[in-house]
Structures are given as structure tokens and as C-alpha cells.
């Protein structure tokens, strides 16, 4: 996922904070996170975790994963994006689909198309967001999920904590239907 | 040359005070072999062993390019262009020309416009721009040499203060792309905007570039000279 | 004469029954912006009450104003107004096309066309710059108006703009258009081009439009405007997630993203993902065709067309290959309801026809689109299809229609879903055909002839909003009372979007109601989709708000598509747009120093104007009883699956309330300072506009509140 500069530090690693910031940059402006992980293992030697904080620059920001640690600038990516992009590589699809539902719920207010989870950034496959679907009807993860259905069959989520069901249901029918009525 | 001998002569003999009549008038008393000795910006007036005067021009720095492909027809690059450098808003003497080829393309209407280039036809838009040519047209017809290369940038430029509206650029321009303001009559004609040309700025598709001349040239004069656009 | 910024100064005057051509004076007009604010000020003063849309002492005003020509952005709009034939009192009303037409008509030193009287035989208009003349219209006559448009540019070249009408408008179909370049049409107004044998009006302007402030101010302001307009209709968030956006919503028109194409570019051209920062993507934002018509029109999209200034383009133009089996050019272009209007007679949708497969749908809307913007016939805002549904269901036809008539209807091709239905439809509608083509005169014309009753004006799936004979567009549905307030005005489709614009924008509630919060008082101005509350001023003010900016829109001329400029996609700016823009611009462009609230008060004189006009056309000042009262679909509770009312203001419910409508009207009517009861103006209010003169003529015709 890193395609960012080479190491400029040279043996003494004197520029290493300035070479890892930059790498940092440039993996965000091409759409991707960081690892720190392949920053590890691009500057060997360094304390990564340390060096970010301490370079003073106040475009970084980080997201802690299971096991990994994910770095971005928000000179050319927001947070948000940034969350799907760790849900992706957290291969968590379960977590992806049920905190963007809850997210989506409570900020616009809306329910999400289902078929949101197949497009870029998410990109599950069908048959994975077919299984997510029904795991969420039977984990705990997806206890505040819902589904409701657009009388033209589109599958709709939404988190119960912020929409009623009329209202997912109203919502859901007013973006597959009724806008498209009211252009 | 001085600019201020430059200015001296240009108000001397065909400055901005000079009447459209004047210049008729010294036209018919051979005029070309006053203007053989006046230098005028980067552009140089010599004669050949032969004895035929030739005008030696520096070289533009770029041209601006139009790619019929990407453009919308939005014609901001028109108001852009004038806004800045003529203070009021038009389309016909914008230096960038997309509103005369917008309906029916380069060639006009016909009786199979609807299969045209055109927004009534292939919605195909092929704007033409300045190619800033080697040897300009434009500038080589102008009879106040008016017309100079820009100092900074090689633009082929009209100095309004010697242009006396004869239209002689506009005529002799293949494309005429040099278009007499008929509100002011004097001659409009690309810049480049000091190299930093505002209707590629204001062009929301980027279909609108300036190009280093060698590149432009290679774009310009490609297979489909006529449309000047083949970026 | 002094010079004079912004406006032309002249207003082309053309008497067609004497053939008179003459020159009046803009400016004289000013108090009334430009456009259809100016407009009004004409039909009031010089159009009769009684005069109906067809007679030739109607007057139609093709108008621009101070800003259209500037180059402001989406400023290429020309306004329309004059009678309206759909009109069940031939009301005053306007309609709007983009294009290409009106900056022509400034650089030829023109602010408006005032065109009266009726010539003997068919003509159109050549207009030079100064040079304007009558022409012998004869060949035209009986043309479409992509060859009408062609013949125009054959006698003035190339450059020549031209807005004509189709055979539709000839004929005096009340349901027709004008229409201009590839797909810009003013629906309503064709008939009474036609009435006046008025083929097309052809202009060529080689001058220019000045500016009064400093160029690098107004360059500066448009680089401003530039760096915080969204995509169309000012959706401000883009339809995918994009690593610029803190946003995204399926439903913005804002569809640009990596791998999406104008496919039948050669090459392709990719959208990419459009980051707001890079100016030289604001007109790739929005890519039309897949929004509009699916994703399987992205491979016939040419490009992306639209209006003169405008950097959002909005109107996809596609190349469709199958048209020629239909003997039509593959070149066909429109937006939005100028799709789905045409397309909208096929009430059962457009199912695999000819062969198409999967593209039926959208070689079913190309062929719609192409004899609509032909023939030159007005969906009335997609009205006609649901005309047309109701009478099929209701058996209508089968009653009125003779029964040789009704045989010879291809009716199934319609049932089933074949777009060749729309070939034979629009053929009898554009040429008077028969009985059947009644359905052309309008919603108000066929409830007459054909003995349509409450059922079809309550008819939830009808869309009537009013008896007027015109529907819903942005009303209730979408912006609660405030939508359903601004449907009330007009005499026609309320055409106003200064609501949606805002309302619609895709931004999160908690974001949108800050803002409402800060142009309209309180947040509660706005409530959360499908999640409305009761009545308040806030709700008024923000009516009251929209509707004066789509008249400013409509008279400086701005597009209310895009304008008025209330959030922006800027996080840095708090997503906050800029409402005083339009003052901004009308002062450095003019010269003549308004702020934005001098503006709306300008633009309330004018809505209040329109208002007088109404109820000296209607003869009674009780407007809302007469005009402004809604068809009782809008204020009628919905019902669950068990049959049991969903009370109004619940969550999910989109359902006004009669009384709470009532009180809205009443509210709206306050902010205008009109009579509450009645809610015409009353003598102290049109004083207060400058509109004294109005008031005395009212109070001779007994039609001021008492």
C-alpha cells in the first residue's frame, strides 16, 4: 500500500523525521494510508511512532488498528476517508459496514445503500457483502442495524440508535424513488 | 532600441493620434521604405542581397492550445481573456476564439450541420487560438508595425498606441484570429497574458493550455491545421 | 449618453403588426434589477387585464439583465415572460432557457426584446448589433427547430445565436417551448411566438458588456466565486467517497470520480476525481448522462454542454447510434426533466424495445428528448405523462375520443413499454391531431373539455398543486412547508430552486441547520429530511427568501439551477457559501452600489409586482382563496399497511396539515407585508416598494384588500 519516497535519511538518519513525514504525504495524496509497519521496514533503525510526533508537522494524523498503526496527512486526505481506507485494510468487513451505517445514521441522517459497500474505497465483493449482511442479523456487532427495503427492492441499512423505522423506510423510498420523481 | 525612442518614433510617424485617413495617405507615398528603417520591439526589419525586406522576429516562448475534445463550450476563456485585458466583457474580440465554431465548427452551417462539428451537430467545439507563428501574418501586414514580438515573452503583441484599426492583421491572420475591436478600433490579439494566460486559468476542463512553442507548434500545425486544434 | 455598466441601456422594441422597430431605454426601468423583474414592470404597465396569451396585444419579453453577458458564473439565462396559454386566466408568468442566446443578445448592445402585435405572415427576427430587421419567415414556417435554428445561421453566419419554435409553437399548442442551441427550452411560451407568426429570432453581437469596478476586483470576486461553487444544483459533495471530501451522498450530482468517462469522447475523457482546489476539473464535476439516465450512458456521452459563463455543465451530450433506425441524427442532448419529461409519457416505464436490450431506457429517452426539442413540445414539468396516465387509467380516452381515433392509437406499445409510442404521441400533440392532442392544451384546458372533476385534481400520483394546471416541483416533498409554500406563487411549475440548492446540497443536517440558523434566524428554518415540524417564521422567512432570489436570479440573470450560493464544499469555511454575492457582483458590474439586502427588497418590489399583475388578471384580491389554495393530496394524511393514518409531523411522514398550511401562507404573506387574510398586496405595502401607482390603480379596480 506504500509507494512512498525512498529513504533520504542516508546512514547517519539525520533526515529520516523529514523523509518519513514525506512519506507519510505522499502515500495520502495517492489515496492510501501509511503503515507503520512499512515505514519500519523502510527506515530500520527508527522509532517511527516518536519521529512522527516529533516532527512537528500538524498534518499527520494516525488510526490505530488491531496490530497496526495507519498514518495520514490531511493536506490531501480527510479523516473520513481515511476510516474507510482502515476499515479496508483491517479486513474487518463486519466493523466496515456497521460503524459506516451507524455514521451515516446518526451525521446526515440517512441509511446506506448496500450497494455502497461493492464501489471504491470498500470494494467487497458480493458474495462477501451477502455474508456481512447476515452476519450482522446474527452478531453483536450489528445489534443497532436494521434493514429496510425501497419498493423498487433496493436493501437499505441503518442504525436504530438515530432513525426510526418509518423514517429509514421514508428516507430509503425518497433516494431510490421519490428524488428520481422530483429531479 | 530604447523604449522611449521606440515611443518617439512610433508618435512621430504613426502613433495613436494617426487617422485611418492619415495612413492611406502615407501608404500611397511609400510607406514600406520609411518603415525598412525602424527597429520595432523583437522585431527586426532587414533587407536581403536581393533587396526584398524581410521581418525578423524573435521567438515566442508558447502558444496556447485548444483540445476540441475536452472543451464544454463554456466560453469563460472568452470573458476571462477580455475582462483582463480589455476591461469589459465580449466574445468577438476575445483572443481565444470558441463562439464563432460553437454552432456549426470551423466550416459553418450546412445542410448536414447535424452531423457537423458543432453544438448543433457532433457537439464537437473547436476553438482557435493565436499560434503565435514564426513568421506572423498578422504583424507582417501590419503597415504601423503595431504588432511586435513582447519583449519578455515573444508574444506576438499589438502596441494600441500605433494601431491605426486598418483590420490589415485581422485580413491577413489564415484564422483571423487578430480581430479589430470596433468600439475602440484598435486590434486585439493574443498575449499570452504575460505568459500566464488567464483563459487557461478560468477553463474548467483544462482544455485550454499554453504550450512551449515547440510543442505547441507540433500540436498546432499537425494533421488538422485547419481546426488549429489537435491537442 | 453617459456610459452605462453592466446593462446594455437599450431595450429592442418590435411591433409586428406594423412592423415597427424602436429603442427604449433600460435603465429608465432600474428599480426593477433587469430581466423578469423588468418584465413585470412592462406587462404591468402596458398589457391589459383581460388580454388573453394568444391575442396580439399580449406582449412576450425575452430579457436579460445587468449580470448575463458579465461573465459571472451561470450567467447565460435568458428570462421569458408573458402570458401564459396553460393558464386557466392566461396568467403572467415566465419561463427560462439557457444557452448561448442571451449573452449574444447584450453583445449586440441589447438588454431586452419587447415583441408585440401579430404579423400577417410568418417572420423571424434578425437582430445585428444595431441592425435589426423583420424577415420573410416562409421557408421556415413548418420547420423543427434544429433546422429552424440552421436556416438562421445560413443567412447571418456561423456566430449567429438563434431561439425559434417547432412546429408545436406554430400551431399554438399550449404546451410548447422555445428553444435554443442543443437543448435549451422556456416551456409554455412557444404558442404565443407562434400566435404572433413569430418563427425565430436570430441575434449576432460583435460588442461587449462593460464592467464598472476595477478588473482585478471583479477578477478577484469570480476567482472567489470559482473557489467555492459546488457541482449542479450546488451539490457541494460528491456521489462517492473521495479522499478530498469529508462528505459523500449517492444522490449528488457531483458524480465525478476516478475511472468514470465521457465515453464517446474521442478519446474518452476521464472525470478523475474532481478535488475542489484544481479549477481546471470544475467542469468535469458533473457528469449528467449517468446521473440522469443510468450508468449505461456514460459510453454515449460526447461531453458535458451547458450555458455561456457557466463552468458547471449540466447537460449531457450524447451520441446514440440507434436513433438512425429511427430515421433521427445520433446526436441528442438535454438534462434532467428535459429527459425524463419526454420520456415520461411511456408512464410504464421503457422496457426492452426494438431490440435495445439493456440500453432501452435510455435510446427510449433519446428519441423523447429529440422529438420534444424538435417538434418544440413542453412536458409542463412531466406533466403531460401524468395527464397522460391518469386518463388511460380512468378510462378518459375511451370516453372522449371517437372511436376511429381512439383505434388508431398504438396504445400498445404504451402498455408494454415500446418508445416508438412517443414517435405517433408527439406527432399528433405538436400537430393537433385529433381529439387525443387536447392533451397538449394543459392540466386546466383537459379538465374542462374532458370533464375532470376533484378526483383528478386530488389525485396523489397527479401532482397538481394548484387548479392553475401546473405541479409540483420542489415543494413539500423535499423542503417541507417551505417547498410547499413556494409552489403557491406561480402560475405554473414554481421553476424555483434558491430553496433546493441549499436544501440540497448533501451536507450533514447538524452542518445545514447551522447555516439556515445563520441566513434565516434559527436552524429550525430547516427540519431534517422527511422529519418535519409544525409551522414557525423561521420556515416564512426562509420562503419568503427563496422566492425573492429566484425572481433576483430570473432578473439579473443568474441561473437559479446553481445560484443562490448558500454553502459551499469548503471545510476551511465552515461549508459556508456567500448570500451577498449576487450584490457584490450586480455592484462592481453596474456601478451602482446595492447591498444584499437592497437587492432582496429590489427583488420583494418585484415579486410584489407580479403578485398586483395576478390579481388585476384574476379580478379578485382573495388569492388565497382563488389562486394560492393547494389540491388536497398535499395536506391529506398518508396511511400504514393497516390502513391507519400516519399523523403529519412523525418522522417518515412528508404529509402537510390544512391548518398548518394556512398559518404558513399567513406567515409568508406577513414577510411580504401583504393583506394576511387574502395575501394580495395591500395599498401600505405597495407604497413600501415604490409601487404607488399600483396601489391607485388596484383601489380604481376595487381589488386592494379592505
Known amino acids: 500500500m506504500d509507494e512512498a519516497t525512498e529513504n533520504g535519511g542516508g546512514p547517519s538518519g539525520a533526515l529520516e523525521p523529514a523523509a518519513i513525514v514525506e512519506a507519510i504525504r505522499a502515500s495520502s495524496a495517492a489515496a492510501a494510508l501509511c503503515c507503520r509497519s512499512a515505514l519500519s521496514s523502510r527506515f530500520p533503525r527508527a522509532d517511527i511512532a516518536a519521529l512522527v510526533g516529533a516532527s512537528g508537522a500538524a498534518d499527520l494524523r494516525l488510526i490505530e488498528g488491531r496490530t497496526e498503526t495507519y498514518y495520514f496527512s490531511e493536506l490531501s486526505m480527510t479523516r473520513a476517508y481515511a476510516v474507510h481506507l482502515f476499515h479496508v485494510a483491517e479486513k474487518d468487513p463486519l466493523r466496515m459496514v456497521a460503524e459506516t451505517v451507524r455514521e451515516e445514521s446518526r451525521l446526515y441522517p440517512r441509511p446506506t445503500d448496500l450497494r455502497t459497500f461493492l464501489d471504491p474505497p470498500f470494494g467487497l465483493t458480493p458474495s462477501e457483502l451477502a455474508a456481512t449482511v447476515g452476519a450482522l442479523e446474527l452478531q453483536e456487532e450489528g445489534r443497532d442495524i436494521a434493514q429496510v427495503r425501497a419498493s423498487n427492492g433496493a436493501l437499505y441499512l441503518y442504525c436504530t440508535s438515530y432513525l426510526v423505522p418509518a423514517l429509514a423506510l421514508s428516507l430509503a423510498e425518497w433516494i431510490e424513488v421519490g428524488q428520481k420523481d422530483n429531479p | 532600441m530604447s523604449d522611449s525612442t521606440e515611443k518617439r518614433e512610433g508618435e512621430g510617424l504613426l502613433g495613436k493620434q494617426t487617422s485611418r485617413r492619415d495612413f492611406l495617405k502615407y501608404a500611397g507615398g511609400g510607406l514600406a521604405g520609411a518603415l525598412a528603417m525602424i527597429t520595432l520591439g523583437c522585431a527586426t526589419t532587414v533587407r536581403t542581397r536581393e533587396g526584398r525586406e524581410l521581418r525578423v522576429w524573435a521567438t515566442p516562448a508558447g502558444a496556447l492550445v485548444h483540445d476540441p475534445n475536452r472543451c464544454v463550450g463554456c466560453k469563460r476563456c472568452e470573458v476571462a481573456c477580455t475582462v483582463r485585458n480589455d476591461g469589459k466583457a465580449s466574445a468577438h474580440i476575445s483572443r481565444v476564439k470558441v463562439s464563432r465554431n460553437l454552432n456549426f465548427g470551423v466550416k459553418g452551417v450546412s445542410s448536414a450541420y447535424a452531423k457537423a462539428d458543432g453544438q448543433l451537430g457532433n457537439f464537437r467545439i473547436v476553438a482557435e487560438t493565436c499560434r503565435q507563428c514564426e513568421k506572423p501574418a498578422c504583424g507582417n501586414a501590419c503597415p504601423t508595425g503595431a504588432i511586435h514580438a513582447d519583449r519578455k515573452t515573444g508574444a506576438r503583441v499589438v502596441d494600441a498606441r500605433k494601431c491605426v484599426g486598418c483590420g490589415a492583421c485581422q485580413t491577413a491572420c489564415p484564422w483571423h484570429i487578430a480581430t479589430l475591436d470596433r468600439e475602440t478600433m484598435i486590434s486585439t490579439k493574443c498575449t499570452t497574458c504575460d505568459g500566464d494566460p488567464v483563459c487557461a486559468k478560468a477553463c474548467p476542463t483544462g482544455a485550454l493550455k499554453l504550450y512551449p512553442i515547440a510543442e505547441a507548434e507540433k500540436l498546432l500545425w499537425g494533421a488538422d491545421v485547419v481546426s488549429g486544434a489537435t491537442a | ?706
Open chain 3, 1 to 706: 449618453m453617459a456610459q452605462i455598466f453592466g446593462y446594455s441601456g437599450k431595450i429592442l422594441r418590435v411591433d409586428l403588426t406594423t412592423g415597427k422597430i424602436s429603442t427604449d431605454e433600460t435603465l429608465k426601468y432600474k428599480d426593477f434589477i433587469g430581466g423578469e423583474g423588468m418584465s413585470m414592470k412592462i406587462m404591468w404597465d402596458e398589457v391589459d387585464p383581460g388580454t388573453k396569451a394568444y391575442d396580439a396585444e399580449n406582449k412576450i419579453i425575452f430579457g436579460t439583465g445587468p449580470l448575463c453577458g458579465t461573465g459571472v458564473p451561470c450567467s447565460g439565462r435568458t428570462n421569458i415572460t408573458s402570458l401564459l396559454p396553460t393558464s386557466p386566466f392566461n396568467g403572467v408568468s415566465s419561463s427560462h432557457m439557457g444557452g448561448y442566446f442571451a449573452t449574444e443578445l447584450k453583445y449586440a448592445g441589447w438588454d431586452m426584446i419587447v415583441v408585440e402585435g401579430k404579423a400577417a405572415n410568418p417572420v423571424w427576427l434578425r437582430i445585428e448589433d444595431e441592425k435589426v430587421t423583420i424577415e420573410d419567415a416562409r421557408w421556415m414556417w413548418g420547420k423543427g427547430i434544429f433546422d429552424t435554428q440552421a436556416m438562421v445561421a445560413s443567412f447571418m453566419g456561423k456566430e449567429a445565436q438563434a431561439a425559434a419554435i417547432g412546429q408545436a409553437g406554430e400551431n399554438m399548442v399550449n404546451l410548447s417551448v422555445i428553444r435554443t442551441g442543443a437543448s435549451h427550452s422556456a416551456g409554455g411560451h412557444g404558442g404565443v411566438m407562434g400566435s404572433k407568426k413569430l418563427k425565430a429570432i436570430g441575434v449576432r453581437g460583435t460588442g461587449s458588456v462593460k464592467i464598472a469596478g476595477d478588473r482585478k476586483d471583479w477578477m478577484e470576486l469570480d476567482k472567489f466565486m470559482m473557489s467555492i461553487i459546488g457541482a449542479n444544483n450546488q451539490m457541494v459533495v460528491p456521489t462517492t467517497p473521495q479522499p478530498w471530501a469529508e462528505f459523500s451522498d449517492k444522490s449528488s450530482r457531483w458524480t465525478a470520480r476516478k475511472g468514470l468517462f465521457w465515453g464517446a469522447a474521442n478519446p474518452p475523457v476521464e472525470t478523475g476525481e474532481c478535488n475542489p482546489k484544481d479549477m481546471q476539473s470544475v467542469g468535469l464535476r458533473t457528469q449528467k448522462a449517468i446521473f440522469d439516465l443510468g450508468p449505461g450512458a456514460e459510453k454515449y456521452t460526447v461531453r458535458m454542454g451547458g450555458c455561456s459563463h457557466c463552468p458547471i455543465r449540466c447537460h449531457s451530450q450524447l451520441k446514440v447510434p440507434q436513433l438512425e433506425k429511427y430515421g433521427m441524427d445520433p446526436y441528442v442532448a438535454n438534462t434532467c426533466v428535459g429527459w425524463s419529461g419526454p420520456r415520461g409519457v411511456m408512464f410504464n416505464g421503457i422496457k426492452d424495445f426494438d431490440g435495445h436490450g439493456e440500453d432501452s431506457n435510455i435510446v427510449g429517452n433519446a428519441i423523447g428528448t429529440t422529438l420534444a426539442d424538435d417538434y418544440g413540445v413542453w412536458c409542463n414539468y412531466a406533466q403531460i405523462g401524468r395527464d397522460l396516465k391518469y386518463c388511460w387509467d380512468k378510462g378518459v380516452f375511451k370516453r372522449v375520443l371517437p372511436a376511429d381515433e381512439y383505434a388508431s392509437i398504438p396504445w400498445e406499445k404504451l402498455v408494454k413499454g415500446d418508445a416508438t409510442f412517443l414517435i405517433d404521441f408527439y406527432d399528433r400533440v405538436a400537430f393537433k391531431k385529433g381529439e387525443f392532442s387536447h392533451i397538449g392544451d394543459g392540466s386546466a384546458a383537459i379538465a374542462l373539455r374532458w370533464g375532470l372533476g376533484d378526483d383528478y385534481w386530488n389525485d396523489k400520483n397527479g401532482k397538481l398543486w394548484t387548479r392553475g394546471g401546473y405541479p409540483v416541483h420542489h415543494s413539500n416533498e423535499a423542503g417541507a412547508q417551505v417547498g410547499a409554500l413556494i409552489s403557491c406563487f406561480s402560475n405554473r411549475d414554481a421553476q424555483n430552486h434558491s430553496h433546493m440548492n441549499f436544501i440540497g446540497s448533501k451536507l450533514p443536517i447538524k452542518i445545514q441547520k447551522e447555516i439556515a440558523g445563520e441566513i434565516f434566524g434559527s436552524p429550525d428554518a430547516l427540519d431534517p429530511p422527511n422529519d418535519y415540524k409544525p409551522m414557525n417564521t423561521f420556515k416564512a422567512r426562509f420562503a419568503a427568501w427563496a422566492l425573492k432570489r429566484s425572481i433576483l436570479h430570473n432578473s439579473l440573470t443568474v441561473c437559479n439551477w446553481m445560484w443562490p450560493m448558500s454553502v459551499s464544499h469548503d471545510k476551511e469555511r465552515g461549508y459556508r457559501g456567500d448570500t451577498g454575492l449576487e450584490a457584490k457582483f450586480f455592484s462592481l458590474a453596474t456601478g451602482i452600489k446595492m447591498t444584499e439586502k437592497e437587492l432582496d427588497e429590489a427583488a420583494a418590489r418585484c415579486f410584489t409586482l407580479f403578485r398586483a399583475i395576478t390579481v388585476r388578471q384574476m379580478g379578485d384580491a382573495d388569492l388565497r382563496a382563488g389562486h394560492d389554495h393547494m389540491n388536497k393530496w398535499i395536506t391529506k394524511a398518508d396511511k400504514d399497511k393497516e390502513g391507519k393514518e400516519i399523523p403529519q409531523f412523525t418522522p417518515g411522514t412528508i404529509q402537510m396539515t390544512e391548518e398548518d398550511m394556512a398559518l404558513a401562507q399567513t406567515m409568508l404573506y406577513r414577510e411580504f407585508g401583504w393583506d394576511e387574510k387574502t395575501g394580495a398586496p395591500t395599498r401600505a405595502s405597495l407604497e413600501m416598494y415604490g409601487l404607488a401607482g399600483v396601489a391607485e390603480d388596484l383601489a380604481r379596480r376595487k381589488l386592494l384588500p379592505s
